[in-house]
């Protein structure tokens, strides 16, 4: 018989699963003892690395002062209201309000929505076409779900969000020409600054400039997807930075606490900012329970001075100089097929003989923890405090997985 436990991303009639227990740095433990490098960072988030007791003491420290109350009119929380403007100050987007929520769906469907809002205040309501990338991933809320790139998990949910449309991943001409077919329709672009969940797939050469230019030609909004690629997994706070491209909307999640507590959230630019603002009789009829949960906002800022205070942006790029190369030496000996990836997130491509699932289980045998992508892909994002004796373990145990 199956356990209570629905859980996500997996087979519901799957029976056994591996109980992690505790962790500490980039080490993990399951409940028989056995001990795992996480090369995942969990699920792409804990970038400052497991068993950070500063973190746990700013959480506890808060909870027993308020644990969270409502921020919806005409409330408030101070830890809330400090965490935005740190946010604020970090982003590369200039004159930027902080809207939170708790979670990376609930962060990319706020900024769908008020992408479309934007125009509607601006007197434009039918620019509602949203336009996203195949290989995209954008949660799995019915607006994330809706903006997928990724078709299986599409699949199954009835009809979703109306107009969104998809282009090919990196085909800026395909993009030009849907926007020149519907320049006074288009509500916004989104895109993640490094497509992860689909595969770790660095955008092409230019390709980003591209969006924003195109953005701006046709009064779209671009949206930024840095629900992986924020908070310094590209060397930088935000993916924004590392490209040189800045959006309108920017969604963020996972690294802004590390995973020590659910947050989430949306970076609204100068643009939608003065939309939102236009009408001092407007009320944004959007947000949820825990937008502001102070706890949670605690948890963000403790990690976000754990970068600070340790150089984190500078160990992303040992990181990833270490990983990428193991990974271009294993392509180069025709192990695996090629090597993809941007600063500290990577991706294995596998040749066609090879499976990902088969070697994930062959990793996780010898104490490494990938994640396995379709059939031919093993991703890596590693926690900001992996040591180079561990980057070396995971690339000697895929090495070994490929050719077993």
Known sequence: MTAAFLHPFAKPTREHFIPITKGSGAVLWDAEGNEYIDAM?????????????????????????????SCFDPFTSPVADELAERLAALSPVPDARIFLCGSGSEAVDTALKLARLTHVLAGEPQRTMIISRVRGYHGTNYGGTSAQGIAPNREGYGPLVPDIVQVPSDDVEA?????????ERIAAVITEPVQGAGGVHPPTAGYLEHLRRLCDQHDALLIFDEVITGFGRLG????????????????????????????????????PRRALESDPEFILRHGYTYSG??????????????????????????????????????????????ARGEVAVWAAGLRPDQDAMVIRDRMLAAGVITRAIGPDTCT??????????????????????AIH
């Open 175 to 183: 993009l030009s020409v849907l926007m020149a077919e519907h320049s």
């Open 236 to 271: 930088a706070w935000f993916g924004a930075e590392h490209f040189g491209v800045i959006p309108d909307l920017t969604t963020f999640a996972k690294a802004v606490t590390s995973g020590y507590q659910p947050l989430g959230g949306v970076i609204v630019g100068a643009r």
């Open 380 to 401: 890596f994002c590693p926690p900001l405090v992996t040591s180079d004796e561990q980057i070396d373990r995971i690339i000697d145990v895929l090495a070994a997985a």
């Open 41 to 69: 960072a969990s699920l792409w988030y804990c970038a400052v690395g497991h068993g950070r007791a500063e973190i746990a003491d700013a959480v506890a420290t808060q909870m027993r002062e308020l644990a969270a109350y």
């Open 293 to 338: 949960h102070a706890a949670a906002c605690a948890a963000a800022l403790a990690n976000l001075s754990v970068f600070e205070n340790e150089g984190l942006f500078h160990e992303a790029h040992r990181i990833g100089a270490r990983l990428g190369a193991g990974l271009r030496a294993l392509a180069d000996d025709g192990v695996i097929d090629h």
